[in-house]
């Protein structure tokens, strides 16, 4: 089945910016949807389709996806954005189609 | 606005059967745009996608607990279910129902429930 990799931390001092990567083969090919997930809440969807925001996520959150790393940027990063994050993809090709990476701390310094 | 609620025993012997219900409100479940699925996180781990269902009743599962796995739908409740049976103590996880696109955003979660697996 399809493997994401992803760094288990990104630290990051307030009001720099945060990349967080998410690697796969040929992950440029598919759509890949970022979740953010702070303690004892479910995960949100910040990015989906690579790079569009839902409403009411911060333009601070952008992401892209070429070749074999999608990453997920947080610019002028907050305490608040102190979480975990998650890439995932939906790889239509294949009979385990849900797929996550094992997630990255990010914790604001 | 859109709302899902798991429901279900929070504490299951282990070889027995984990069943859960998540009930959606503020939405059908009907939709042609959305799939439903369940996904579970292990105390201190990371996100495991366990299946899908479309309202139709097609069906997609992780291929590592498809032999335990059954996702159904009730259009008329509008909610669906879980069943995992067999379980261990390494099915101990917070069980999360959630809708997602068919290019699998996940759109919309619950709050997640903890199932503990023990005797």
């Known amino acids: 089945s399809y493997v994401l990799t992803q760094p288990p931390s990104v630290s990051v001092a307030p009001g720099k910016t945060a990349r967080i990567t998410c690697g796969g083969n040929?992950?440029?090919?598919?759509?890949v949807h970022w979740y953010q997930q702070k303690p004892g809440q479910a995960p949100v969807l910040v990015i989906y389709?690579?790079?569009d925001r839902p409403s009411g996520i911060p333009e601070r959150f952008s992401g892209s996806n070429s070749g074999n790393t999608a990453t997920l940027t947080i610019s002028r990063v907050e305490a608040g954005d102190e979480a975990d994050y998650y890439c995932?993809?939906?790889?239509?090709?294949?009979?385990?189609?849900?797929?996550f990476g094992g997630g990255t701390k990010l914790t604001v310094l | 606005q859109l709302q899902l609620q798991e429901s279900g025993p929070g504490l299951v012997k282990p070889s027995e059967t984990l069943s859960l219900t998540c009930t959606v409100s503020g939405g059908s479940i009907s939709s042609s745009s959305y799939y439903w699925g369940w996904i579970r996180q292990p105390p201190g781990k990371g996100l495991e996608w366990i299946g899908s269902i479309y309202y139709s009743g097609s069906t997609y599962y992780n291929p590592s607990l498809k032999s335990r796995v059954t996702i159904s739908v009730d259009t008329s409740k509008n909610q669906f279910s879980l069943k995992l049976s067999s379980v261990t103590a390494a099915d101990t996880a917070v069980y999360y129902c959630a809708r997602h696109t068919n290019y699998g955003d996940y759109v919309a979660w619950g709050q997640g429930t903890l199932v503990t697996v023990s005797s």
């Open positions: 995932q993809v939906w790889d239509s090709s294949s009979d385990h189609r849900g797929v």
């Open positions: 389709y690579d790079s």
């Open positions: 040929n992950i440029g090919s598919k759509s």
